[in-house]
């Protein structure tokens, strides 16, 4: 089905397609808008926040400092 849909949109052949990969796109797409660890965590349904080590090896260290940034209190401060 996840196939059929790509080639209806014409997604590019080299781009792989598997309701696996949607799901990983997910998780990257939360962290990257600023999901927190926990609640990714729970929407995909896992028991605890260890599994989602992997999906966090993706994320880039220029996003991380943006992110860190963007939630610190020290840049916070009013």
């Not at 965590?41 to 994320?59: D, K, T």
């Not at 260290?61 to 916070?76: A, F, H, I, R, W």
Request: net charge negative.
């Amino acid at each position: 089905m996840a196939k059929e849909a790509a080639e209806e949109v014409s997604v590019r052949k080299s781009v792989r397609i598997s309701p696996h990969t949607c799901w990983h796109t997910f998780a990257h797409t939360q962290l990257r808008n600023g999901c927190d660890l926990f609640t990714l965590s729970r929407l995909l349904g896992h028991e605890n926040v260890s599994i989602m080590q992997r999906y966090l090896e993706g994320v880039q260290d220029d996003e991380v400092v943006t992110k860190g940034l963007k939630y610190s209190p020290l840049m916070n401060m009013e």
